[in-house]
Nanobody, 129 residues
Framework: QVQLVESGGGSVQAGGSLRLSCATSRFTYNYSRYCMGWFRQVAGKEREGVAGITMDGTTWYTDSVKGRFTISHDYAKNTLYLQMNSLRPDDTAMYYC?????????????????????WGKGTLVTITS
């Protein structure tokens, strides 16, 4: 069974950096095509897509994180990453990784969110000003 486990959250000052990791328990070994992504959610608001990556390395970012965040996947380590630089207070949220066994709609929008088959439990990121 696929399990996704996030780590790397914490509290940092604005302008700082964090790297989130998501252990994907051999998910990518089971499928020839896939989409993995990072989402975030603030209490009382909808979960939003932050970044996505497909098996061939195609990436997508929501506008607010472009140039600051980088999504990557280490196939050998079965780990998805989100490098977050120049962090801002409005980046504060619970961050979730997710995955699905298809590389379609890996570029934001409702299909990006609703198409995910597997979700982690989240890691909290707090940015202080």
């Amino acid at each position: 069974q696929v399990q996704l486990v996030e780590s790397g959250g914490g509290s940092v000052q604005a302008g700082g950096s964090l790297r989130l990791s998501c252990a994907t328990s051999r998910f990518t070994y089971n499928y020839s095509r896939y989409c993995m992504g990072w989402f975030r959610q603030v209490a009382g608001k909808e979960r939003e897509g932050v970044a996505g990556i497909t098996m061939d390395g195609t990436t997508w970012y929501t506008d607010s994180v472009k140039g600051r965040f980088t999504i990557s996947h280490d196939y050998a380590k079965n780990t998805l990453y989100l490098q977050m630089n120049s962090l801002r207070p409005d980046d504060t949220a619970m961050y979730y990784c997710a995955a699905r066994s298809s590389d379609t709609y890996c570029n934001g929008g409702p299909a990006f969110y609703y198409g995910m088959n597997y979700w982690g439990k989240g890691t909290l990121v707090t940015i202080t000003s």
